[in-house]
């Protein structure tokens, strides 16, 4: 809404409103914009300071049916309002509130702004464990990056002390003195409104309460609140849908997401195209494309991306006493792009049990894109076995296809290599220990265990293939990119030579990682948004970066002391020769699926003729 220039009413205009029962405290406090009308307004109650636009067009209730601007039935006490806005059949008052252009306000019983009020911005919530200390503080720019980062290190007091004192400065700044309807903005059938801020074009329409929240909507990605919905101490971002009696509170929703059907949600926070629907979620860090879609399901305590959980999931961490669960690197990427450790239970019963002790030892996650099939009380690892699947050719196609964000509102950075240093890191860890396994019992054995489980010979000596397609596939993939975006050659940086790490979507070396955490806790850093902005630049800089840690892996797993032209040609055959069996092996997978009856014909066919088509994207 422009600043406008405001004048006192003539004796004419109050002449005409008292006339249509409308009535002031006191009409000197009712100031309107130049070319003020008072002919749209009817049995209007004005107390204290009063602003009115210009009300002079129609404005659309619903799609083919125009209805004049104007207000009607309604009280308004400190309220400011737009332009041809129309506001009708308010059953209780609005009070203290900002109201801008073109808004559409309808049968609704409060709207206030009250002592106190915070939008739902600077709470402190704790995620991953429900009875924990704080370790995110909400506020609007909020992104998986920034929140997978407090998680990480707000056990740090100096880096807990310094990043919430920059949120808070940005709140200070940006937040407005009373709540605010933007442009464009449609509520009606609603009941109460407290305490919240509503960008433009959002729709609210038969929500239940909405309560110290704030609403990141624009023209567009809009935002659609729906029937029966009550959502306290939350925010909401661009481009979200929630809908059908959700119960929200203490929560963080990013971009693009929605979340329907009942679902209940206390302290947790759900990131870019994640959906929720029917179940409950508590304390969850729910990163990008997170999905539940079964009233049986709880997230409870657990950190997930690029997730489905199933029916009759809990993972609720009482189970694991010692404190709360990462799936981060569970199924991130493809199902993950982390390595993926599909489970495949053949009891419920062990499940349970297996799956606490696999997520909790550290030297599982080192076996990466693996089965862990449960009979009875034995488990047993497949490594590797994920990498030549249908289902994860079709996630690594589906991915960024189901990136429903517009440019403009892409606060969280999602990287969909489903092969990276990060990925890979773990694949030649997991090729290593297979190896080592291989050569401690021997080539005559019919399993070999490792820890506590059981990995059959016939596993491992396919893991290690597995593992090997996917290297290969990797350099020359990184090799070719290099070539045709003209960074061939020596890196100029280390940067990027180490260890890579994850956070939430964005895939980043270790030691940038480390240097943001040591600037923020030196101040080297001034506010939060130059944190932010720090995320997008590594992000910008993520092939350079990749490019020293491939260029290192390449001389390691040759043998060579630098990239000459031989060595290239090299690296080139054996990336077509191990594309050419990855594409084979998934195409066994896709056959076996056929034969079992479960696809159709046309299907099938399909799905064949996209992997015919694999051989394009060779050169």
Known sequence: MVTKNYRHLTGEEINVLESNSCWAEDWNKVMVAEAFSPYGFHRVVFYGDIRLGVFDQQIEVTKGFNKRAGINDATLRNVTVGDN??????????????????????????????????????????????????????????????????VKYFKDKQLRDNITRLINEEIRFTQPERGTIGNGVKIVNSKEITNTVVKD????????????????????????????????????????????????????????????????????????????????????FCGPFSASHHKSSLLIGGEFSFYNAGSNTNFSNHAYKMGPLHYGTLERGTKTASGAYILMPAKIGAFSVCFGKLMNHPDMRKLPFAYLIAYNETMYIVPGRNITTVGLYR?????????????????????FDWLSPFTVGEIIEGKKILEALRQAGGDNVSSYNYHEYIINASSLRKGIKYYDIALRIYMGAVLKRAVREGFLGKPTSEIGIGKWNDLSGLLLPASEEERLLSDIKSGAVESIQE??????????????????????MILDYYGLDELTDSAMQRVREDYVRARRAWIAEIRKDAQKEYAMGDVEQEVFDDFISKLDHEVDYEE
């Open 85 to 150: 806005c129309l506001i009708e059949r308010v059953g209780n008052y609005i009070n203290n509130y900002t109201i801008g252009d073109n808004c559409y306000i309808s049968n609704i019983s409060t709207m206030e702004t009250t002592e106190g009020a915070t939008y739902g911005e600077g709470h402190l919530i704790s995620v991953l464990n429900e009875m924990g200390d704080g370790n995110v503080v909400m506020f609007h720019d909020l992104n998986s990056q920034l929140a997978s980062f407090m």
């Open 395 to 415: 996630d690594i196609k589906k991915w960024p296809k189901r990136d429903r964000r517009t440019i403009s509102c892409r606060k969280s950075i999602i990287n």
């Open 531 to 552: 944190v932010l902005e720090r995320f997008k630049d590594i992000n910008d800089h993520y092939r350079e970066y990749q490019w020293a840690w491939t260029y290192k």
């Open 201 to 284: 074009d959002c729709e609210i329409n038969g929500a239940a309460r909405l309560s110290d929240c704030t609403i990141m909507s624009s023209a567009d990605a809009s935002v659609y609140i729906g029937t029966g919905v009550i959502c306290e101490n939350s925010i909401i971002c661009n481009g979200c849908s929630i809908t059908n009696s959700v119960k929200m509170q203490d929560c963080f929703v990013g971009e693009a997401c929605q979340i329907t059907n009942g679902f209940t949600a206390e302290a947790s926070v759900f990131f870019a195209n994640s959906f929720m629907a029917n179940g409950e979620a508590c304390a969850a």
